[in-house]
């Protein structure tokens, strides 16, 4: 996924931007936000809580998840498997239970919004769309298909743009 956007800045100053290597840099830090989450039952995915009370899912289950998930994200920085699958299967997170994945999923997605928005907030005058929003979202469209084709070719292909 070498997709490298180059943007300038304000003071023309060419800045490489490579969706798939930054989010490389981050990503220990936001699972580490949505596992803190995980830890305290209070803090658990409203939705899921009545699901997740009657299968008996502990704070201990949440915990070993993060735990595999984390093993199977120090696989993949080794020479590991190809696909994000067979980490998550060689380090267990995919024995956990169904709605314990679910809900880890849930709190890295919430997370990674919450950084997305950030940034984007950070990025932008008051009310704007940031300069760069067309390059980003051509780039995340070519990335979200090259996943697709690279990990889950059964899936289809994103919708077009709406013209505009």
């Known amino acids: 996924m070498g997709a490298n956007i180059v943007v300038q800045d304000e003071k023309g100053q060419r800045l490489r931007i490579n969706p798939a290597r930054d989010v490389a840099?981050?990503?220990?830090?936001?699972?580490?936000?949505?596992?803190?989450?995980?830890?305290?039952?209070?803090?658990?995915?409203?939705?899921?809580?009545?699901?997740?009370?009657?299968?008996?899912?502990?704070?201990?289950?949440?915990?070993?998840a993060g735990?595999?998930?984390?093993?199977?994200?120090?696989?993949a920085m080794r020479a590991g498997p190809e696909k994000p699958v067979d980490a998550l299967e060689a380090a267990g997170f995919l024995r956990c239970h169904p709605l314990v994945q679910q809900a880890v999923m849930a709190r890295i997605g919430?997370?990674?919004?919450g950084a997305w928005w950030d940034g984007v907030k950070d990025a932008s005058v008051e009310g704007a769309v940031p300069a760069s929003h067309a390059d980003?979202?051509?780039?995340g469209m070519a990335l979200a298909v090259a996943l697709n084709e690279k990990y889950d070719p059964e899936l289809p292909p994103p919708p077009p743009e709406p013209a505009g």
Do not use: C, N
Not at 68 to 74: S, V, Y
Not at 136 to 139: D, E, K, M, S
């Open 25 to 64: 840099h981050y990503w220990a830090q936001l699972a580490a936000h949505a596992m803190v989450r995980l830890e305290d039952e209070a803090l658990w995915p409203k939705a899921l809580v009545p699901h997740l009370k009657a299968a008996g899912v502990t704070v201990e289950d949440m915990v070993r």
């Open 67 to 75: 735990q595999r998930l984390e093993k199977a994200m120090r696989i």
């Open 110 to 113: 919430q997370v990674s919004l």
């Open 136 to 139: 980003l979202l051509q780039a």
